[in-house]
Nanobody, 134 residues
Framework: VQLVESGGGLVQAGGSLRLSCAAS????????IGWFRQAPGKGREGVSC????????YYGDSMKGRFAMSSDNAKNTVYLEMDNLEPGDTAAYYC????????????????????????????WGQGTQVTVSS
């Protein structure tokens, strides 16, 4: 299982970026795929998550309305479109994957993204840095 993120960079506040996470070595549709971020000195935060059970995408509260996750099964790639970026969005962004059969309960719902469980059992990419200047 390999995940490779790309698309990060430096952008001014109010700008947009699209991150990509290219997956290989596993069947895309059978995995929870999540985007996470971690700013210096802060804990890991769930950004968005695609559920293989419901096929819905769930978002962290501060991202709703500004971020949009999508997937291209033919390319085995998920994307994170980020609009109206704020300096507070500055962080390293990671994607992670967990096989659906590894978890007896959902890793993401409309109430929460299970950051700790992704961190414990997930396969992670190396991350891509997003820096938003004011």
């Amino acid at each position: 299982v390999q995940l490779v993120e790309s698309g990060g960079g430096l952008v001014q506040a109010g700008g947009s970026l699209r991150l990509s996470c290219a997956a290989s070595g596993f069947t895309f549709n059978d995995y929870y795929i999540g985007w996470f971020r971690q700013a210096p000195g802060k804990g890991r935060e769930g950004v968005s998550c695609l559920s293989p059970v419901t096929r819905n995408i769930y978002y962290g509260d501060s991202m709703k309305g500004r971020f949009a996750m999508s997937s291209d099964n033919a390319k085995n790639t998920v994307y994170l479109e980020m609009d109206n970026l704020e300096p507070g969005d500055t962080a390293a962004y990671y994607c992670a994957a967990v096989p659906e059969f590894w978890s007896s309960s959902p890793l993401c719902t409309d109430r929460a993204i299970a950051v700790h469980r992704f961190s414990t059992i997930g396969n992670w990419g190396q991350g891509t840095q997003v820096t938003v200047s004011s």
